[in-house]
């Protein structure tokens, strides 16, 4: 707190001068508990352009924001994401990182060690965590059974150095997770590359350990933009939109050859999701409690994402023994650029 009782406002900074960074940089400059205390970029021009919009001074080092800084949204590109996050909790600087967490299981694993062994806030950036729609739904959740997702975009160049499993899907296989809070034990998969070298359009089946089951399919060459989860549980169907950001209810009133429903729009805030990941972000640093799209959480959502890779891989080699379907020669892992989105 400060003499006047108010709460401190959190030194805060900004890795990765791209879209991603630029938008936190606003939304940091908007909140009232955080202080933008710098940006930092790896081409230095960028750093100052960035600095000199956001009217806040550019690191051109991560050892210059020791002291200065207190916690730090690292959007790099993904291959840079261990690195750069290990390197600021040595220098005893919490860290938010981007999703995906790392490019592979090891740096996941590497950055949790990081905040393990100097004690910092991990969080990860699972922003649809925060979305009011999400918010609404869990309260309600009582063992859902049956799970219809779609995550449809029109085409555009951005990210099409990453597959669509890492660019999209990844954002629901996190929500399935935490809504379903069991682990995965079988998943079937199949994804085609369609205007890219990558796989664009993607469908994954998943199965629960406690039997629920899920139906997954992520695009980004569909003709309109969808953002929708359906599910299911006893006597209810709940329909969630995360761009219009709301949830309905539907349930049973009453059963019988001429049944009767109860329609309910659930109540959510009108707050846009990367502010409250952002203000929770800050809330963990400021209390040192785990915050909930934590490493854990993340390295979670990045290994299913690894299984549904592996099984489109697997499948596109069944299709095409030749090796001639372009999916069946594609590495494990495409990284986004974040700098470049």
């Known amino acids: 707190m400060t003499a006047a009782g108010e709460i401190r406002r959190i030194r805060v900074a900004v890795a990765g001068c791209g879209e991603f960074g630029r938008n936190h940089a606003r939304v940091y400059r908007e909140m009232e508990s955080a202080e933008l205390a710098g940006v930092f970029d790896t081409d230095a021009a960028r750093a100052a352009a960035f600095a000199q919009e956001f009217r806040t001074p550019a690191f051109f080092s991560l050892e210059a924001m020791q002291g200065t800084v207190d916690a730090v949204s690292v959007a790099v590109p993904t291959s840079a994401h261990a690195e750069v996050g290990c390197r600021l909790m040595e220098l005893g600087i919490d860290v938010l990182v981007e999703k995906p967490m790392a490019k592979n299981l090891a740096d996941a694993d590497a950055l949790l060690c990081a905040a393990g062994k100097h004690s910092r806030i991990l969080q990860v950036g699972h922003v649809e965590r925060f979305n009011p729609a999400v918010l609404a739904v869990e309260p309600i959740i009582n063992r859902p059974l049956f799970f219809e997702v779609h995550r449809l975009g029109v085409f555009t160049p951005r990210s099409l150095d990453v597959d669509v499993i890492y ?30 070298d990558k796989v664009d359009i993607a469908h994954a089946r998943l199965e629960f350990a406690g039997g629920a089951v899920a139906n997954v399919t992520a695009s980004r060459v569909s003709t309109e933009r969808v953002r929708k989860v359906r599910f299911f549980q006893q006597h209810e169907y709940i329909s969630l939109d995360y761009a219009r950001r709301d949830a309905l209810r539907v349930g049973v009133k009453r059963p019988g050859p001429e049944p009767e429903f109860a329609f309910e729009k659930l109540p959510s805030a009108g707050v846009e999701p990367l502010r409250a990941e952002l203000e929770a972000f800050l809330e963990a640093v400021r209390t040192r409690k785990e915050p909930k799209t934590n490493g854990t959480a993340g390295r979670a959502a990045l290994e299913l994402a690894t299984r549904v890779m592996a099984c489109i891989q697997e499948h596109a080699a069944r299709v095409q023994p030749t090796g001639s379907h372009p999916a069946a020669d594609l590495p494990a892992f495409h990284y986004p650029r974040k700098d470049e989105q």
């Open 167 to 196: 660019d999209l899907m990844i954002h629901d296989l996190d929500i399935l997770l935490a809504l379903v809070g069991e682990p995965v034990t079988e998943v079937k998969a199949v994804g085609i590359p369609v205007l890219s």
